[in-house]
């Protein structure tokens, strides 16, 4: 038996007991290959509707579909072996009906192999929550600023400051008492954030919402410096990774155009190479 075959992800229940230890750290992630690197350091990688614009040039997370996120859910899987996938249902999936979330959440755990989902909302997403998690399907919640409602919201503002609080604080207990193992909570006012992670016995993620979360969660192209459309104030840059990619293509191109490239090395000779030497 290899290694790996014996490395057993985790689960949404082993993410719930974390409530209390060590900080959970979490990062999205698209494609095999980041899956694979960001498995090596995260508890949990998020399959994010930021995919639609991290990687597809959408202006907003609106126009995500479930192809899409199954394509990426598949490519995530296959990078993973410690960390648990959550995948985010796309705007349009799920707000109709119980029902109609069960048939998606249902679609995106059978075609992708991961074992959770993340919706957006509080007390109005309750019923649904509990609706898909008595039916075996794992809910991580999200409240605070939910980017699928912006429009209604009317921009990516700071929620819970001031009469504000007291519904985010409503919307969590609501999706902690419908089911979910855990919640999201983004562009809540630090103080209310840890005011929030106490009152609840399932673990808070963060973002944009202070350092007293269960856990952080990032998305991996901010703070790699690989998407610089904008970058919020809560996004921490840990490398430039644009810049650089910038710089080699810059240094290709130049290459190319003054024929360095390829050198005799990049090259295949006319004769084939006497015994010991390379081709």
């Not at 990426?72 to 109609?100: K, N």
């Not at 504000?164 to 630090?190: C, Q, T």
Request: proline share 5%.
């Amino acid at each position: 038996m290899s290694a790996s075959s014996t490395i057993r992800p985790l689960l949404p229940v082993d993410i719930q007991a974390r409530k209390g230890a060590d900080p959970l750290v979490v990062l999205t992630a698209y494609t095999t290959p980041m899956a694979r690197v960001v498995d090596r350091h995260c508890d949990i990688v998020l399959v994010g509707d930021s995919v639609g614009m991290v990687l597809h040039g959408l202006p907003s997370t609106l126009g995500v579909t479930m192809e899409m996120m199954i394509l990426h859910g598949r490519a995530v899987m296959r990078g993973l072996q410690r960390a648990m996938a959550v995948i985010d249902m796309p705007f349009g999936s799920y707000e109709e009906s119980p029902q109609q979330a069960f048939r998606n959440a249902a679609r995106l755990i059978a075609e992708t192999g991961a074992p959770s989902v993340k919706l957006e909302g509080g007390q109005h997403m309750a019923e649904t929550i509990a609706f898909l998690t008595s039916r075996g399907i794992p809910v991580m919640a999200h409240v605070g600023l939910t980017p699928q409602a912006v429009n209604t919201l009317g921009g990516y503002k700071v929620v819970g400051r001031d009469h504000e609080a007291e519904k985010v604080m409503a919307d969590a207990r609501a999706v902690e008492a419908a089911g979910a193992f855990s919640v999201v909570l983004e562009k809540v006012p630090e103080g209310l954030a840890g005011r929030v992670s106490q009152a609840l016995s399932i673990p808070t993620i963060g973002i944009g919402a202070g350092v007293n979360c269960d856990g952080q969660v990032l998305v991996l192209d901010d703070m790699l410096g690989l998407f610089t459309d904008f970058r919020p104030k809560f996004v921490k840059r840990y490398a430039e990774l644009g810049l650089t990619a910038d710089e080699a293509v810059a240094a290709y191109a130049a290459d190319v155009r003054a024929r360095r490239f390829p050198a005799a090395e990049h090259s295949f000779a006319d004769v084939l190479p006497s015994k010991g030497q390379k081709n």
